[in-house]
């Protein structure tokens, strides 16, 4: 170390004298080099000559002083290992230094050599140094004009300008460097330094021009998504635009009225259906171009493809929200299509619903627990009611079904088969429960059935149960008449009686088998009772049976034989009939009569026939006796089997003459069939002669024919016919008999012969009749057609005047349109009215008539007395269905007038109140009103006709309506029932209408089918023809049967036109009816009308003349724009003079809106007529008041839009003034709102303008100054708003860079601005107007950086949006510290909640390296984590390289040297130690040792760490950490959480590694520099989950509190009560008061300041 220290000085000095005179070489040579001589004069080879000589002395000290480096070096190997480490450093670097001054000294050795190469190198590198200079300066220029985009998007001519730029640049690049390249060909030393330097040089200029290059691609890119947002934006646009128009055509649908008339509704349907596929195409065609862009943007850069897929993502997400809004258009004219369409279905599905209701109530009965307790005629009744209801339900059903399969085939879309599926499963749901209800109903009507069959079944059980008693009293002897046995006849009457009630019992049997299986429980269980009682009746039959055996089967077996006899007996006297039937066939005549013998065989038949009866009768009775008496005791049936079968012996011999008598009767039966045959054929044959006979006349000359008249003709034509007719019915008769007889019977030769010769004579006459029939052929065809063409015309002629009396018969409907029977209705209501009249005045006929003839008159009532009467009539009595016009009531004096005498005579006033009813169900008539009182007098049946003179009027007791009337078929006079109690009508009113239409439908069918009877009567007339003609027919024929029948089908036609026309005309009938029946109602209703609107509309003239006037006031300020709006003297004037006038109108609209909602109750459920309007005409009205307040808001929206803009105007420009003015006297905004309020805590108008007045080069006229003070406060100017108008805020919208100058060409960029960041505007805004940006001076919140930023872009894009100023709500209580990050945070105190903390800076992010976390082993043996390295850097625990680990077991002894040395104790494998001297090589031994102190015992000794041979016994152990500061042990890895903690380690303690050490992610924290606004305190916070909240200075009540007068509630006074939902600004606080967190506040309401 010492010789270091001596040595190292020399050799510095020498390097220092070697650098020293390289350097003077290079000074005696640079000015050479600089400005070589032009000539090689003396002075520069003497120079020349000194520069060589000065780099040899150089070189020569530096070899010097490089071996006496090398020397010393050398030695310092043998340097004690720190010293021989510190030499080879120190002698390294002198080493360094001495090569640098070699490489700078050689060039300089052969000078004069290299002198000319590098004066040409440097003029050469002067010329590449102009060439990159130059081109530098074309890449600066480029770049230059690419500087605006620093700022944001260029326009499209700065980008073409900066490409026209880019090309000089790039060839002045391309162009120095190929020169480079030449010349580093052949160069080397210094030059080829300075020609790489130049080379860097371009290729850092051509680095830049790339930049520059890719600044303008990514600017072009730029230009194509501006474009591509642009056109996206104006589709957007377009299917917004699309969707309105669908609402306007909606516009129908929403005006209230639920159902539109059809031809507006059809019409607005179809202009929403219209709408809505324009809006459709619209959005498809916008969707379309967002996905074809969306897909060109992926091929930008990755930041422009964001910034376009955003922007087109806000335009999808427009045309979503109307793609939307479109579906719900879709679905609302899909509804009220539906709603249209199936309108009267579901007015008909909604009938049939009330129809099964009224069933369902009807059958309800049915239901009923205690049904079977009800009384038969109760559940009749209900019966009754529910079968017809259920007829009416049924019939609704199906009606409305009906209708809803036609509206079914027009409904199209799921939208329409929803809508008709829902009305089906309602129709569905209705016949349901019709069926259910029949089902109740028939359930009902069985249990009927079941109490009248268990009244029915206990009657015949009755009789059973008589007769039983019958025969158990008749097998019993009468002892007390000296009966000991029952004699034979008594035996029969009690065989007789068992027999009777055994059948009796039988049958009711098999009756309870029948009722029983469907019976209800009640009947069933009476029928089983009854089924009881019938066995026991059969028992008791058995017993008597069982007791008489005897006797009965002697009786019984005597009775059978007897009555066997009978039945033989019966046989015999049926056979003495054959032999009486078959006498004419056996008096010797072979061949009787056709008619004698056809009868005698139908006697012979019916004479077997009743033989075979009596023989099959006898049979059956003695085969069952034979039976019967089998069972019987032998003593009894031997005989009597006996008997029988002698009985049967005569009954076999009686059968067998039946059989001969048979064969005998057939063979007489086919003769006499033959003989009828060969009867018709000479019948046919003397038809035949006697048709040629007829035929005759017709085969002379046409001359003899021609002469016969067409009646002789026509009755000639019919008697051949008929003669031919004739004669072909005998013959066919005969072919067929022939054909039968020749079938039933054996053909023998004769009976062929026979057949035969009558097939020949049929064919000879068949031969006959067709000469005949040919001859007459023609002539009867001709004569056949004069005749059908002359029946047809008859017809057709008849048809006609039928038809022209059915036209006259019309006519009073179809042409006077009813007008009489419109009269006489007129006339019967007056009779209706004056009658009641008469009986509420307890007056008479006479009397009226006298009281309207008047006393003077005694002709009867004149016509004006009538008319005058009449007129006067609604009002007299109250009554307004006789209120008519004065035609009807001339018209009504005409009708009653029935000898148009012009006087209505006593008789005829009388004969205007009679009226005719007809009985419709039979009733009966009673003597006076009162039926409880009454007695009948007659009765009426259906059809009967009754004329009455009086009203109808009610039986007090009963309900019904009844009427005094006489029958005129009867004359019976007296009361009748018009209609029961329970709805019955017994009686209705003649209707001379009903009557006439009746007549008219009656003769209008007759003639139709009268006209229709004769088309057919010529069709079939024309076919006979056609066919005996065999489709020969004239011409002519067919030419006048054409015409005749074209004449029937144009009747037909007539006769169906007069049936519509006569429908329609009933139709009409009834609309005129109807009309005149609520004539009066619509008058009536035309006064209600009247009354509902007529102060609704004085209201509304009083809106629209308001309207007016505020339209004409407003025209003058909102009709101007630019520099005119900026001169305008009176806008606030103008718009309060507005307001006043707009606040009148919103008043007068109110009311009008009010008055119309109080009015519409009155028309809510008018359907028809003036109440109909009048409803209409409020809800005009009601649009129309709305129309004016849209109007009115629209005029004062506009004139608040003018007065903005004026506002705008001057906003920037007096906020700018009062900013510079407080910068220029250096005052602060606390202390300049005290100065202009006068110490006041609000600014009037009057001190703000007068300030503003104050301040150097600013002018504002003072309405624009009352404009803008009102825009800012109204009412005064509090100071927080005053705070708000001069500091200005802006939000970062979209990223902006912050430069450093106003100039954007001369600004330098200080850094970029993020989304979201707060800048305090400082200065501005001001507009850069050679750029087109608006610009302001701002401060940074987040780290209070300053510069300029833009507002918004010169193509308009916003950068900047300007915020009030952020304050935030604590929501919990945050701990306020003195700093954002460092040694020096302090605590200052807490915040608690709902505090209210100004934003200063922020918010700023703190972001944390990981953590290292460790698990490990204590000495104590606790395992955890613990950490080593925090979040913040503080290092808890380090690796310790004086910390050894035993790898091999090893001696600690306790001296270094090791021959001297003894041993402390062994340390095991793994065994720790920390080493307190060392390590020391021991060169003799070749060993390293160090002195330790074992971590186990504190021990301590010198442990070998490497032996002679390498091993190594101990090294600095990785696994144990030493810890340095005190630090917490833990159970989990998570430092931050809730782990549980184990133990401290201290300092110095050594921690076994288990795991780790692993990294322990920390997120960054959020912090933000506020002034509490309670006590002004300053500090940051840290923002965690939701512990703030943006804050307003605006509470809502949502409790009712207490304004008082001062800031503590102690003996403060209360001002007033503040409502809930009352709004309340802030202007002091939130302040503490005891537990109470308290602030003073405004009232927006009235004013009000209080706490």
Same mark, same amino acid.
């Given at each position: 170390?010492?010789n270091?220290?001596?040595?190292?000085?020399?050799?510095?000095?020498?390097?220092? @004298?070697?650098?020293?005179?390289?350097? &003077?070489? &290079?000074l005696?040579?640079?000015?050479?080099i600089?400005?070589p001589?032009?000539?090689?004069?003396?002075?520069?080879?003497?120079a020349?000559?000194?520069i060589?000589?000065?780099?040899?002395?150089?070189?020569?000290?530096?070899?010097?002083a490089?071996?006496?480096?090398?020397?010393?070096?050398?030695?310092?190997?043998?340097?004690?290992?720190?010293?021989?480490?510190?030499?080879?450093s120190?002698y390294?670097e002198?080493?360094k230094?001495?090569?640098?001054?070699?490489?700078?000294?050689?060039?300089?050795?052969?000078?004069?050599?290299?002198? #000319?190469s590098?004066?040409?190198?440097?003029?050469?590198?002067?010329?590449?140094?102009?060439?990159?200079? @130059?081109?530098?300066?074309?890449?600066?220029?480029?770049?230059?004009?690419t500087?605006?985009?620093?700022?944001?998007?260029?326009?499209?001519?700065?980008?073409?300008?900066?490409e026209?730029?880019?090309?000089?640049?790039?060839?002045?690049?391309?162009?120095?460097?190929?020169?480079?390249e030449?010349?580093?060909?052949?160069a080397?030393?210094?030059?080829?330094?300075?020609?790489?330097?130049?080379k860097?040089?371009?290729?850092?200029?051509?680095?830049?021009?790339?930049?520059?290059?890719?600044?303008?691609?990514?600017?072009?890119?730029?230009?194509?998504?501006?474009q591509?947002?642009?056109?996206?934006?104006?589709?957007?646009?377009?299917?917004?635009?699309?969707?309105?128009?669908?609402?306007?055509?909606?516009?129908?649908?929403?005006?209230?009225?639920?159902?539109?008339?059809?031809e507006?509704?059809?019409?607005?349907?179809?202009?929403?259906?219209?709408?809505?596929?324009?809006?459709?195409?619209?959005?498809?065609?916008?969707?379309?171009?967002?996905?074809?862009?969306?897909?060109?943007?992926?091929k930008?850069?990755?930041?422009?493809?964001?910034?376009?897929?955003?922007?087109?993502?806000?335009?999808?997400?427009?045309?979503?929200?109307?793609?939307?809004?479109?579906?719900?258009?879709?679905?609302?004219?899909?509804?009220?299509?539906?709603?249209?369409?199936?309108?009267g279905?579901?007015d008909?599905?909604?009938?049939?619903?009330?129809?099964?209701?009224?069933?369902?109530?009807?059958?309800?009965?049915?239901?009923?627990?205690?049904?079977?307790?009800?009384?038969?005629?109760?559940?009749k009744?209900?019966?009754?009611?529910t079968?017809e209801?259920?007829?009416?339900a049924?019939?609704?059903?199906?009606?409305?079904?009906?209708?809803?399969?036609?509206?079914?085939?027009?409904?199209?879309?799921?939208?329409? #088969?929803?809508?008709?599926?829902?009305?089906?499963?309602?129709?569905?749901?209705?016949?349901?429960?019709?069926?259910?209800?029949?089902?109740?109903?028939?359930?009902?009507?069985?249990?009927?059935k079941?109490?009248?069959?268990?009244v029915?079944?206990?009657?015949?059980?009755?009789?059973?149960?008589?007769?039983v008693?019958?025969?158990?009293?008749?097998?019993?002897p009468? +002892?007390?008449?000296?009966? +000991?046995?029952?004699?034979?006849e008594?035996?029969?009457?009690?065989?007789?009686?068992?027999?009777?009630?055994?059948?009796?019992?039988?049958?009711?049997?098999?009756?309870?088998?029948?009722?029983?299986?469907g019976?209800?429980?009640?009947?069933?269980s009476?029928?089983?009772?009854?089924?009881?009682r019938s066995?026991?009746?059969q028992?008791?039959?058995?017993?008597?049976?069982?007791k008489?055996?005897?006797?009965?089967?002697?009786?019984?077996?005597?009775?059978?034989?007897?009555?066997?006899?009978?039945?033989?007996?019966?046989v015999?006297?049926?056979?003495?009939q054959?032999?009486?039937?078959?006498?004419?066939?056996?008096k010797?005549?072979?061949?009787?009569?056709?008619?004698?013998?056809?009868?005698?065989? #139908?006697?012979?038949?019916?004479?077997?026939?009743?033989?075979?009866?009596?023989?099959?009768?006898?049979?059956?009775?003695?085969?069952?006796?034979?039976?019967?008496?089998?069972?019987?005791?032998?003593?009894?049936?031997?005989?009597?089997?006996?008997?029988?079968?002698?009985?049967?012996?005569?009954?076999?011999?009686?059968?067998?003459?039946?059989?001969?008598?048979?064969?005998?009767?057939?063979?007489r039966?086919?003769?006499a069939?033959?003989?009828?045959?060969?009867?018709?054929?000479?019948?046919?044959?003397?038809?035949?002669?006697?048709?040629?006979?007829?035929?005759?006349?017709l085969s002379?000359?046409?001359?003899?024919?021609? &002469?016969?008249?067409?009646?002789?003709?026509?009755?000639?034509?019919?008697?051949?016919?008929?003669?031919?007719?004739?004669?072909?019915t005998?013959?066919?008769?005969?072919?067929?008999?022939? !054909?039968?007889?020749?079938?039933?019977?054996?053909?023998?030769?004769s009976?062929?012969?026979?057949?035969?010769?009558?097939?020949?004579?049929?064919?000879?006459?068949?031969?006959?009749?067709?000469?005949?029939?040919?001859?007459?052929?023609?002539h009867?065809?001709?004569?056949?057609?004069?005749?059908?063409?002359?029946?047809?015309?008859?017809?057709?002629?008849?048809?006609?005047?039928?038809?022209?009396k059915?036209?006259?018969?019309?006519?009073?409907?179809?042409? /006077?349109?009813?007008?009489?029977?419109?009269?006489?209705?007129?006339?019967?209501?007056?009779?209706?009215?004056?009658?009641?009249?008469?009986?509420?005045?307890?007056?008479?006929?006479?009397a009226?008539?006298?009281?309207?003839?008047?006393?003077?008159?005694?002709?009867?009532?004149?016509?004006?007395?009538?008319?005058?009467?009449?007129?006067?009539l609604?009002?007299?009595?109250?009554?307004?269905?006789?209120?008519?016009?004065?035609?009807?009531?001339?018209?009504?004096?005409?009708?009653?007038?029935?000898?148009?005498?012009?006087?209505?005579?006593?008789?005829?006033?009388?004969?205007?109140?009679?009226?005719?009813?007809?009985?419709?169900?039979?009733?009966?008539?009673?003597?006076?009103?009162?039926v409880a009182?009454?007695?009948t007098?007659?009765?009426?049946?259906?059809?009967?006709?009754?004329?009455?003179?009086?009203?109808?009027?009610?039986?007090?007791?009963?309900g019904?309506?009844?009427?005094?009337?006489?029958?005129?078929?009867?004359?019976?006079?007296?009361? !009748?029932?018009?209609a029961?109690?329970?709805?019955?009508?017994?009686?209705?009113?003649?209707?001379?209408?009903?009557?006439?239409v009746?007549d008219?439908?009656?003769?209008?069918?007759?003639?139709?089918?009268?006209?229709?009877?004769?088309?057919?009567?010529?069709?079939?007339?024309?076919?006979?023809?056609?066919?005996?003609?065999?489709?020969?027919?004239?011409?002519?024929?067919?030419?006048?049967?054409?015409?005749?029948?074209?004449?029937?089908?144009?009747?037909?036609?007539?006769v169906?036109?007069?049936?519509?026309?006569?429908?329609t005309?009933?139709?009409?009938?009834?609309?005129?009816?109807?009309?005149?029946?609520?004539?009066?109602i619509?008058?009536?209703?035309?006064?209600?009308?009247t009354?509902?609107?007529?102060?609704?509309?004085?209201?509304?003239?009083?809106?629209?003349?308001?309207?007016?006037?505020?339209?004409?006031?407003?025209?003058?300020?909102?009709?101007?724009?630019?520099?005119?709006?900026? +001169?305008?003297?009176?806008?606030?004037?103008?718009?309060?003079?507005?307001?006043?006038?707009?606040?009148?109108?919103?008043?007068?609209?109110?009311?009008?809106?009010?008055?119309i909602?109080?009015?519409?109750?009155?028309?809510?459920?008018?359907?028809?007529?003036?109440?109909?309007?009048?409803?209409?005409?409020?809800?005009?009205?009601?649009?129309?008041?709305s129309?004016? /307040?849209?109007?009115?808001? &629209?005029?004062?929206?506009?004139?608040?839009?003018?007065? /903005?803009?004026?506002?705008?105007?001057?906003?920037?420009?007096?906020?700018?003034?009062?900013r510079?003015?407080?910068?220029?006297?250096?005052?602060?905004?606390?202390k300049l709102?005290?100065?202009?309020?006068?110490?006041?805590?609000?600014?009037?108008?009057?001190?703000?303008?007068?300030?503003?007045?104050?301040?150097?080069?600013?002018?504002?006229?003072?309405?624009?100054?009352?404009?803008?003070?009102?825009?800012?406060?109204?009412?005064?100017?509090?100071?927080?708003?005053?705070?708000?108008?001069?500091?200005?805020?802006?939000?970062v !919208?979209?990223?902006?860079?912050?430069?450093?100058?106003?100039?954007?060409?001369?600004?330098?960029?200080?850094?970029?601005?993020?989304?979201?960041?707060?800048?305090?505007?400082?200065?501005?805004?001001a507009?850069?107007?050679?750029?087109?940006?608006?610009?302001?001076?701002?401060?940074?919140?987040?780290?209070?950086?300053?510069?300029?930023?833009?507002?918004r872009?010169?193509?308009?894009?916003?950068?900047?949006?300007? !915020?009030?100023?952020?304050?935030?709500?604590?929501?919990?209580?945050?701990?306020l510290?003195?700093?954002?990050?460092?040694?020096?945070?302090?605590?200052?105190?807490?915040?608690?909640?709902?505090?209210?903390l100004e934003?200063l800076?922020?918010?700023?992010?703190?972001?944390?390296?990981?953590?290292?976390?460790?698990r490990?082993?204590?000495p104590?043996?606790?395992?955890?984590?613990?950490?080593v390295?925090?979040?913040?850097?503080t290092?808890?625990?380090?690796?310790?390289?004086?910390?050894?680990?035993c790898?091999?077991?090893?001696?600690?002894t306790?001296?270094?040297?090791?021959?001297?040395?003894?041993?402390?104790?062994?340390?095991?494998?793994g065994?720790?130690?920390?080493?307190?001297?060392?390590?020391?090589?021991e060169?003799?031994?070749?060993?390293?040792?160090?002195?330790?102190?074992?971590?186990?015992?504190? #021990?301590e000794?010198?442990?070998?760490?490497?032996?002679?041979?390498?091993?190594?016994?101990?090294?600095?152990?990785?696994?144990?950490?030493?810890v340095i500061?005190?630090?917490?042990?833990?159970?989990?890895?998570a430092?931050?959480?809730?782990?549980?903690?184990?133990?401290?380690?201290?300092?110095?303690?050594?921690?076994?590694?288990?795991?780790?050490?692993?990294?322990?992610l920390?997120?960054?924290?959020?912090?933000?520099?506020?002034?509490?606004?309670?006590?002004?305190t300053?500090?940051?916070?840290?923002?965690?989950?939701?512990?703030?909240?943006?804050?307003s200075?605006?509470y809502?009540?949502?409790?009712?509190?207490?304004?008082?007068?001062?800031?503590?509630?102690?003996?403060?006074?209360?001002?007033?009560?503040?409502?809930?939902?009352?709004?309340? +600004?802030?202007?002091?606080?939130?302040?503490?008061?005891?537990?109470?967190?308290?602030?003073?506040a405004?009232?927006?309401?009235?004013?009000?300041?209080?706490?």
């Open positions: 170390s010492n270091l220290q001596e040595s190292l000085p020399a050799i510095i000095e020498l390097v220092t @004298a070697a650098e020293d005179a390289v350097e &003077s070489v &290079s005696m040579a640079a000015p050479l600089a400005e001589p032009e000539d090689q004069s003396d002075i520069l080879k003497m020349m000559d000194e060589e000589a000065a780099a040899a002395d150089a070189q020569n000290t530096i070899t010097e490089r071996k006496e480096t090398n020397a010393k070096l050398q030695a310092a190997r043998k340097y004690a290992p720190e010293a021989r480490k510190k030499a080879s120190e390294a002198v080493q230094k001495l090569a640098e001054a070699q490489k700078k000294v050689t060039p300089f050795k052969s000078f004069r050599k290299e002198f #000319q590098r004066v040409e190198a440097k003029k050469a590198l002067v010329e590449i140094t102009d060439t990159i200079s @130059a081109a530098e300066l074309e890449v600066e220029k480029a770049s230059m004009t500087s605006a985009a620093d700022q944001g998007q260029m326009s499209k001519d700065e980008v073409n300008a900066a026209e730029m880019i090309k000089p640049a790039q060839q002045g690049i391309t162009a120095a460097l190929r020169i480079v030449q010349k580093l060909k052949g080397d030393g210094a030059v080829k330094d300075e020609l790489n330097g130049m860097d040089r371009a290729v850092k200029s051509k680095q830049k021009l790339q930049t520059v290059v890719e600044v303008l691609r990514n600017q072009q890119e730029g230009l194509n998504a501006q591509i947002v642009t056109v996206a934006n104006e589709e957007a646009t377009k299917a917004e635009e699309s969707l309105f128009k669908c609402q306007e055509a909606e516009m129908p649908f929403l005006k209230g009225l639920e159902i539109l008339p059809a507006e509704s059809t019409k607005a349907i179809a202009e929403s259906e219209n709408a809505a596929a324009v809006a459709d195409k619209a959005i498809s065609m916008a969707k379309t171009f967002i996905r074809t862009k969306l897909a060109e943007a992926q930008f850069s990755k930041e422009c493809a964001k910034s376009v897929t955003d922007d087109l993502s806000e335009a999808t997400k427009r045309i979503n929200e109307t793609q939307k809004k479109l579906v719900q258009f879709k679905q609302e004219t899909s509804e009220r299509k539906m709603g249209a369409l199936l309108a279905v579901i008909a599905v909604s009938a049939a619903e009330k129809k099964v209701a009224v069933l369902n109530e009807a059958s309800q009965l049915f239901s009923s627990k205690e049904l079977e307790e009800v009384s038969t005629d109760t559940l009744q209900a019966i009754e009611k079968m209801a259920e007829k009416e049924q019939a609704a059903c199906i009606e409305a079904r009906k209708l809803l399969a036609s509206k079914q085939k027009e409904a199209k879309g799921a939208d329409a #088969q929803s809508a008709i599926a829902k009305l089906q499963g309602r129709l569905t749901a209705g016949q349901q429960d019709v069926v259910k209800a029949k089902k109740a109903a028939a359930g009902g009507d069985k249990l009927i079941g109490k009248e069959v268990i029915q079944e206990d009657e015949r059980m009755q009789q059973i149960e008589a007769e008693e019958k025969a158990e009293a008749s097998s019993n009468r +002892e007390d008449l000296g009966e +000991e046995r029952l004699s034979s008594k035996v029969v009457e009690m065989v007789a009686a068992i027999e009777a009630a055994q059948k009796m019992l039988k049958a009711f049997t098999s009756s309870l088998s029948a009722h029983l299986p019976a209800v429980p009640a009947v069933k009476s029928l089983e009772k009854l089924k009881e066995k026991v009746a028992d008791k039959l058995q017993a008597v049976l069982s008489t055996k005897g006797q009965r089967e002697k009786v019984q077996c005597d009775q059978a034989v007897k009555d066997g006899e009978q039945k033989v007996g019966e015999d006297k049926a056979l003495e054959v032999n009486e039937a078959e006498l004419p066939f056996l010797g005549i072979e061949v009787l009569p056709v008619q004698v013998a056809a009868d005698t065989i #139908q006697q012979s038949e019916a004479a077997a026939t009743a033989v075979q009866s009596a023989i099959s009768s006898a049979r059956t009775f003695i085969a069952q006796k034979n039976l019967e008496i089998k069972h019987f005791g032998e003593d009894h049936s031997k005989p009597a089997v006996e008997a029988l079968g002698k009985l049967t012996e005569r009954i076999n011999a009686g059968s067998a003459k039946l059989s001969t008598f048979r064969k005998d009767t057939l063979d039966k086919k003769n069939q033959l003989q009828q045959i060969v009867e018709k054929v000479s019948v046919a044959e003397s038809v035949v002669k006697n048709l040629d006979e007829v035929v005759e006349p002379k000359e046409d001359g003899e024919e021609g &002469s016969m008249s067409d009646e002789d003709a026509f009755a000639l034509c019919d008697k051949i016919s008929a003669l031919s007719k004739e004669a072909t005998q013959l066919d008769a005969a072919r067929s008999s022939l !054909v039968l007889w020749s079938k039933d019977i054996k053909m023998s030769e009976n062929k012969e026979n057949s035969q010769r009558i097939q020949k004579q049929i064919q000879e006459v068949a031969s006959n009749l067709g000469k005949a029939n040919k001859v007459s052929a023609a009867e065809l001709k004569y056949s057609s004069k005749k059908i063409l002359s029946e047809a015309a008859q017809k057709s002629t008849a048809v006609e005047e039928e038809i022209k059915a036209t006259e018969f019309c006519a009073p409907l179809l042409e /006077q349109g009813g007008e009489k029977f419109l009269v006489q209705n007129g006339a019967q209501t007056l009779a209706a009215v004056l009658g009641e009249h008469m009986r509420d005045k307890g007056t008479v006929v006479e009226l008539f006298q009281q309207i003839a008047g006393e003077s008159d005694s002709k009867g009532i004149s016509k004006d007395a009538f008319l005058s009467y009449l007129e006067k609604p009002e007299t009595i109250g009554r307004d269905e006789v209120q008519c016009s004065e035609a009807r009531r001339l018209a009504i004096f005409k009708c009653i007038d029935a000898n148009s005498d012009d006087y209505i005579s006593a008789a005829e006033f009388q004969d205007m109140f009679k009226r005719r009813y007809i009985c419709v169900k039979g009733i009966s008539i009673t003597d006076v009103l009162e009182k009454s007695k007098v007659g009765k009426l049946e259906v059809g009967e006709l009754l004329e009455t003179q009086g009203a109808a009027d009610k039986d007090p007791a009963t019904m309506t009844r009427i005094e009337c006489m029958s005129l078929s009867t004359k019976t006079a007296g009361f !009748v029932t018009l029961g109690n329970q709805g019955t009508v017994y009686l209705e009113p003649v209707s001379q209408y009903a009557a006439f009746k008219i439908d009656k003769t209008l069918e007759e003639t139709s089918k009268n006209t229709r009877e004769v088309l057919t009567f010529m069709k079939v007339k024309e076919q006979e023809l056609t066919k005996t003609a065999k489709g020969a027919l004239s011409t002519e024929v067919k030419d006048e049967m054409t015409k005749l029948r074209s004449s029937i089908s144009s009747a037909i036609t007539t169906d036109a007069l049936k519509k026309k006569s429908m005309a009933k139709a009409e009938f009834r609309k005129k009816e109807l009309a005149e029946k609520n004539a009066h619509e008058i009536r209703e035309q006064k209600e009308a009354a509902v609107t007529e102060e609704v509309v004085a209201k509304i003239q009083e809106v629209t003349a308001n309207v007016k006037k505020l339209e004409e006031l407003a025209k003058p300020f909102n009709s101007i724009e630019g520099a005119a709006l900026d +001169e305008f003297e009176t806008p606030a004037s103008l718009t309060d003079s507005a307001n006043c006038l707009h606040q009148e109108t919103l008043e007068l609209v109110t009311e009008t809106k009010a008055l909602k109080q009015q519409q109750p009155k028309v809510a459920k008018a359907i028809k007529g003036p109440l109909l309007e009048a409803k209409r005409e409020l809800i005009k009205m009601d649009g129309q008041a129309t004016a /307040q849209k109007t009115c808001g &629209s005029v004062i929206e506009s004139m608040k839009k003018k007065c /903005q803009s004026i506002v705008d105007a001057r906003y920037g420009q007096v906020s700018s003034a009062l510079s003015d407080i910068q220029k006297r250096g005052i602060t905004l606390d709102f005290e100065e202009v309020g006068n110490g006041e805590d609000r600014i009037s108008e009057e001190a703000f303008y007068g300030h503003l007045q104050t301040l150097d080069g600013l002018s504002l006229k003072a309405e624009h100054c009352k404009l803008l003070f009102r825009h800012i406060e109204q009412g005064g100017m509090g100071k927080r708003k005053f705070l708000s108008f001069l500091q200005q805020y802006f939000v !919208v979209k990223p902006i860079a912050v430069t450093n100058e106003f100039e954007v060409s001369k600004a330098r960029t200080v850094r970029k601005a993020d989304i979201d960041e707060v800048f305090e505007v400082i200065d501005g805004p507009t850069d107007t050679k750029v087109g940006l608006t610009r302001i001076k701002g401060k940074s919140l987040s780290d209070s950086i300053e510069g300029w930023v833009s507002v872009g010169n193509q308009g894009t916003p950068f900047l949006q300007e !915020v009030e100023k952020p304050f935030y709500s604590c929501t919990e209580e945050i701990e510290m003195s700093e954002f990050k460092g040694e020096n945070v302090s605590y200052i105190r807490t915040l608690k909640a709902d505090e209210v934003l800076e922020g918010p700023r992010k703190e972001v944390f390296e990981p953590a290292l976390r460790l490990g082993k204590a104590d043996g606790e395992v955890g984590w613990f950490t390295r925090d979040k913040k850097g290092v808890f625990a380090e690796v310790d390289d004086k910390l050894y680990s790898s091999t077991s090893v001696a600690m306790d001296n270094l040297d090791i021959k001297e040395c003894k041993v402390v104790r062994k340390l095991a494998v065994e720790l130690f920390m080493v307190v001297e060392g390590p020391v090589e060169k003799e031994a070749n060993i390293i040792r160090v002195k330790g102190k074992c971590a186990k015992d504190d #021990q000794g010198w442990v070998t760490v490497k032996g002679n041979a390498g091993t190594t016994y101990a090294s600095p152990s990785s696994k144990h950490y030493k500061r005190e630090v917490r042990l833990q159970k989990k890895f430092s931050e959480t809730a782990a549980e903690p184990i133990r401290e380690l201290q300092k110095d303690e050594v921690v076994q590694v288990l795991e780790g050490p692993n990294e322990e920390f997120p960054p924290e959020v912090r933000i520099k506020g002034k509490a606004m309670r006590d002004g300053v500090g940051w916070i840290t923002l965690k989950g939701e512990n703030v909240k943006p804050w200075p605006y809502k009540c949502i409790q009712s509190t207490q304004l008082y007068d001062s800031a503590s509630s102690d003996g403060a006074a209360e001002l007033r009560q503040v409502a809930i939902g009352e709004t309340l +600004e802030i202007l002091e606080g939130p302040t503490e008061d005891g537990k109470e967190l308290r602030m003073k405004r009232a927006e309401k009235d004013g009000v300041v209080g706490w």
